[in-house]
Antibody, heavy 119, light 112 residues
Framework: EVQLVESGGGLVQPGGSLRLSCAASGFTFSSYWMSWVRQAPGKGLEWVANIKQDGSEKYYVDSVKGRFTISRDNAKNSLYLQMNSLRAEDTAVYYC????????????WGQGTLVTVSS | QSALTQPASVSGSPGQSITISCTGTSSDVGGYNYVSWYQQHPGKAPKLMIYEVSNRPSGVSNRFSGSKSGNTASLTISGLQAEDEADYYCSSYTSSSTSLYVFGTGTKVTVL
């Protein structure tokens, strides 16, 4: 069974940093693109970033470029999102999702971790 | 990159059929057959229901179907059931320079 479990969320002040993790199991993690997708409270979904199987390609939505860094450790079956210079508008539940670029879709999602940026 | 436009809410009685629209542009919905639909129950993770406009993943009920015409994609739920009450989001690949994927504004489906 495919499982994605996020962790690392919490309350952080504006300008602060946070590192999210996503532990994957039930599939060959190193064979898949992975993405982070976020959802602000009461709002819709927003794609944030993705990373190729070997980490050689990474893409970001414009609003987080230069502040967020996506990475992965295939030996640990883990995906990460380093978030710096956090803003109030980054407040959201962050989901990690397995991506199928061939179909431009996300077939499995974790339960999410809440990041709150507030003073 | 603006979000794809969906109606805020759609409702129907058990057994009825409903359709949710998702309107974009030629840079996303109209330009590619890469429209997906996700179901999200309150406090839960999204679940993939449809990909590539009309394909159902294994395990998804055939009561869910998708289609597209021009810049508008649609999700139809037939034989509406109480468990279908949830939020639904469309998404598409986009050729925008600001993002790779764009999601819809979301539609709350209520079973009367």
């Amino acid at each position: 069974e495919v499982q994605l479990v996020e962790s690392g969320g919490g309350l952080v002040q504006p300008g602060g940093s946070l590192r999210l993790s996503c532990a994957a199991s039930g599939f060959t993690f190193s064979s898949y693109w992975m993405s982070w997708v976020r959802q602000a409270p009461g709002k819709g979904l927003e794609w944030v970033a993705n990373i190729k199987q070997d980490g050689s390609e990474k893409y970001y939505v414009d609003s987080v470029k230069g502040r967020f860094t996506i990475s992965r450790d295939n030996a640990k079956n883990s995906l990460y999102l380093q978030m710096n210079s956090l803003r109030a508008e980054d407040t959201a539940v962050y989901y990690c999702a397995r991506e199928l670029p061939r179909f431009a879709t996300f077939d499995y999602w974790g339960q999410g971790t809440l990041v709150t940026v507030s003073s | 990159q603006s979000a794809l436009t969906q109606p805020a809410s759609v409702s129907g009685s058990p057994g009825q059929s409903i359709t949710i629209s998702c309107t974009g542009t030629s840079s996303d919905v109209g330009g590619y057959n890469y429209v997906s639909w996700y179901q999200q129950h309150p406090g839960k993770a999204p679940k993939l229901m449809i990909y590539e406009v009309s394909n159902r993943p294994s395990g998804v009920s055939n009561r869910f179907s998708g289609s597209k015409s021009g810049n508008t994609a649609s999700l139809t739920i037939s034989g509406l059931q109480a468990e279908d009450e949830a939020d639904y989001y469309c998404s598409s690949y986009t050729s925008s320079s600001t993002s790779l994927y764009v999601f819809g504004t979301g539609t709350k489906v209520t079973v009367l």
